[in-house]
């Protein structure tokens, strides 16, 4: 019988303008698909990807949201299932920093706090290529342990810097928190029961 093939939701949030769209499509289509055109994103766009972790192939739903407030009430269906959250904010953008909090408070009253609590959040600091720094990093790195007990990462889509690093590792996250690893004990029951079943 085929293997199904597991499934990820991951959802990008964060202010209008700090580079969620770029970042989705850098990461699905390479590194060519950025663009310095501003396009709105209205409500959602889905983005699929599937990508290998530890030989396993991964599907990914990536769902990219409209920061713009007049859909904030709209996008509660997106949220409902998500195994992990981008947080995503512009380095450049103190603003964009400081609405994170209000991000989070969104999606925990839109989800529950269980369910905020249960999936992986990654903070990503986009256009990390531009040297205006509106956030200290030391600032940044004390506050994200404290705002949602996650990592930050600084990426850029038009350099493509930590672009695939930052979806790999939400992603890693996610799939050894569903996958942990085995115990010796457990190992050998699986194996027993493995003989038993021929
Ligand atoms: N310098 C720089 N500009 C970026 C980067 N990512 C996005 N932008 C620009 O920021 C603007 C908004 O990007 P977009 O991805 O649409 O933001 P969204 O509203 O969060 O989806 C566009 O003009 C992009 O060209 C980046 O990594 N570096
Ligand atoms: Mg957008």
Redesign the pocket.
Known sequence: MEKRVTQYSIILV??????????AEVFVKGRGA????????AGAERYKKTVTVNKEKISLNIW?LS?ANEFRTRITYNFNGADGIML?YSVASEESWNNIENWITTIEWQIGKNEFEKAEKLIVG?????PTRAVPDTDVAVKSTSLSNSDVLL?????FNNVQEAFYSLVERIHSKRNPPQTEAQQETKRSSRCSLL
Not at 34 to 41: G, N, V
Not at 155 to 159: G, H, I, M
Request: charge should be neutral.
């Open positions: 964060g202010d209008s303008g700090v580079g969620k769209t770029n970042f950025f663009s310095t055109i501003y396009i709105t994103t990219d920061g995503c986009l256009k990390c290529d531009q990426a850029s889509s038009r350099t």
